[in-house]
T-cell receptor, first 118, second 116 residues
Framework: ETGVTQTPRHLVMGMTNKKSLKCEQH?????MYWYKQSAKKPLELMFV???????ENNSVPSRFSPECPNSSHLFLHLHTLQPEDSALYLC?????????????????FGEGSRLTVL | AQSVTQLDSHVSVSEGTPVLLRCNYSSSYSPSLFWYVQHPNKGLQLLLKYTSAATLVKGINGFEAEFKKSETSFHLTKPSAHMSDAAEYFC??????????????FGTGTRLQVFP
């Protein structure tokens, strides 16, 4: 196991539903990420939280709302999604260095939440 | 801006034969490069990384990759494929995001099939 746990592993929802994806890391890392993995497309970075602060929002539609209450937990709240949002959503964590300098670049991924929007 | 191109979407090999997964990168400065592997229904796992030390990098499970600046390549190789190597492989280059958080740029992936 990688130390990053995602729940639920599978989720089917209608376009009017509200649901949340949860990610928890047990590695003591200080940065957490949401990625979207769709068929035939590169992995897309959605959000980055560094020391609980959102440091990246990669032009993600507002129907995706992240929440990071502490360095170990990350949520992705879903509301009025579209069928094209169906994908595998991957959470990852890493140990970032401050105040500057290159980081290791090693991400630890969860197994993903497979989302299907009907 | 950084980018990576994985030249093959699918590679098929027989068990016991060599594996070559090709990756070319584009970078405006000295890059960090990575290979990640994703087995079916699993998350991604780091195989190996290059961060300007030795150009030949050894990773887990017998994989290695060579950084060739003149060719802007970072191909992944293994001398002898095993059935358990069947997976999706991603070439990744680092970019500098905000607040010094590395932003990893992923390739589109190469699916490796291994036949008995």
């Amino acid at each position: 196991e990688t130390g990053v746990t995602q729940t639920p592993r599978h989720l089917v929802m209608g376009m009017t539903n509200k649901k949340s994806l949860k990610c928890e890391q047990h590695l003591g890392h200080n940065a957490m990420y949401w990625y979207k993995q769709s068929a035939k497309k590169p992995l897309e970075l959605m959000f980055v939280y560094n020391f609980k602060e959102q440091t990246e929002n990669n032009s993600v539609p507002s129907r995706f709302s992240p929440e990071c209450p502490n360095s170990s937990h990350l949520f992705l709240h879903l509301h009025t999604l579209q069928p094209e949002d169906s994908a595998l959503y991957l959470c990852a964590s890493s140990q970032e260095r401050r105040p500057s300098g290159m980081n290791t670049g090693e991400l630890f991924f969860g197994e993903g939440s497979r989302l299907t929007v009907l | 801006a950084q980018s990576v191109t994985q030249l093959d979407s699918h590679v098929s090999v027989s068990e016991g034969t060599p594996v070559l997964l090709r990756c070319n990168y584009s970078s405006s400065y000295s890059p960090s490069l990575f290979w990640y592997v994703q087995h079916p229904n699993k998350g991604l796992q780091l195989l190996l990384k290059y961060t300007s030390a030795a150009t030949l990098v050894k990773g887990i499970n017998g994989f290695e990759a060579e950084f060739k600046k003149s060719e802007t390549s970072f191909h992944l190789t293994k001398p002898s494929a095993h059935m358990s190597d069947a997976a999706e492989y991603f070439c990744v280059v680092s970019d500098r995001g905000t607040y010094n958080t590395d932003k990893l740029i992923f390739g589109t992936g190469t699916r490796l099939q291994v036949f008995p």
